[in-house]
Structures are given as structure tokens and as C-alpha cells.
Nanobody
Framework: QVQLVESGGGLVRPGGSLRLSCAVS????????MAWYRQSPGKERESVARMTSGGATVYGASVQGRFGISRDNAKNTVYLQMTRLKPDDTAVYYC????????WGQGTQVTVSS
């Protein structure tokens, strides 16, 4: 069973930065796509960033230019670097991976508040 474990969430002031990590229980090079989603209360889960096995990336319009997705194949870890954070970025952030079926992490809370 594939396991995805997120970490790095927390409380940050507006304008600050955070880096989320997603540790995967097996080689991430075997997954066709890795992604980050987020969900805040009362809203649908939305795609934040995704990366294909070939390295192509796509970002949500609201985070374009502020967030960056990356991966370290040697560590089987995917990252989400978040900069210039806004209160609207407050959400639970989920790691997602696809290899024949979708896999989700348990989520990590990010709160942007002064």
C-alpha cells in the first residue's frame, strides 16, 4: 500500500514562506504525476501544483509565481515551496500521486494569519 506523509505545515504571517514535504513510501519515479491540492472550510478541494514524471509543471492561477513544486527522487520526497503567503492560502494541503490509481496523504494544515 502506497503511503504519502505530508509535513511542514504551520502558522505563518502574511508575506512569509513555508516548505511542505511529502514523503512517499516507494520510488516516486514510478508515479506518472505528483501534485499538491488544498482545501479550506466551505470550499472544494483545488489543485495547487502538479508535476509529471518528465518534470513538466502546472500551477493553479492563484499560486502562479508564488509556489514551486519540486522533487528529490533519491529521498522519494516531493516539495511545495510557498512564498509571499496570503490569508487566502490558509487550508489543509494534501499530497497526491498517481500510478494506476490515485493516492492521497492525510494533509497538513497551513494557516496564514497575523
Amino acid at each position: 500500500q502506497v503511503q504519502l506523509v505530508e509535513s511542514g505545515g504551520g502558522l505563518v504571517r502574511p508575506g512569509g514562506s513555508l516548505r511542505l514535504s511529502c514523503a512517499v513510501s516507494e520510488s516516486i519515479s514510478s508515479f506518472s504525476t505528483m501534485a499538491w491540492y488544498r482545501q479550506s472550510p466551505g470550499k472544494e478541494r483545488e489543485s495547487v501544483a502538479r508535476m509529471t514524471s518528465g518534470g513538466a509543471t502546472v500551477y493553479g492561477a492563484s499560486v502562479q509565481g508564488r509556489f514551486g513544486i519540486s522533487r528529490d527522487n533519491a529521498k522519494n520526497t516531493v516539495y511545495l515551496q510557498m512564498t509571499r503567503l496570503k490569508p487566502d492560502d490558509t487550508a489543509v494541503y494534501y499530497c497526491w500521486a498517481y500510478k494506476g490509481a490515485p493516492y492521497w496523504g492525510q494533509g497538513t494544515q497551513v494557516t496564514v494569519s497575523s
